[in-house]
Nanobody
Framework: QVQLVESGGGLVQAGGSLRLSCVAS????????MGWYRQAPGKQRELVAV????????YADSVKGRFTIARDNAAKNTMYLQMDSLKPEDTAVYYC??????????WGQGTQVTVSS
């Protein structure tokens, strides 16, 4: 089993920045991909960004150039999502996920991000 705990959500004005963190514990090294999903009220869940153990990244078109996903080089079980130039449409609950390639078996509890206009 893998446990994921997110932090760093909050309220920010449009154009501002937030950094989300996710700390993994348990049998974490059984996974090879981590990422972030988000879900806004009334909308489909969206895969925002992913990063593999070898550092390859991929982003949703809606966040390219504004969000950056990274893993802590020292603490391999920690992942970040740096969110810049935030827009009201980025408002959602953000979930840390972990798994293999495009299958995510493990989910965090979610952290709320609210961007005011």
């Amino acid at each position: 089993q893998v446990q994921l705990v997110e932090s760093g959500g909050g309220l920010v004005q449009a154009g501002g920045s937030l950094r989300l963190s996710c700390v993994a514990s348990g049998n974490f090294f059984s996974t090879n991909t981590m990422g972030w999903y988000r879900q806004a009220p009334g909308k489909q869940r969206e895969l925002v960004a992913v990063i593999t153990t070898n550092g390859r990244t991929n982003y949703a078109d809606s966040v390219k150039g504004r969000f950056t996903i990274a893993r802590d080089n020292a603490a391999k079980n920690t992942m970040y999502l740096q969110m810049d130039s935030l827009k009201p449409e980025d408002t959602a609950v953000y979930y840390c996920v972990a798994g293999h390639f495009d299958t995510f078996d493990y989910w965090g509890q979610g952290t709320q991000v609210t961007v005011s206009s």
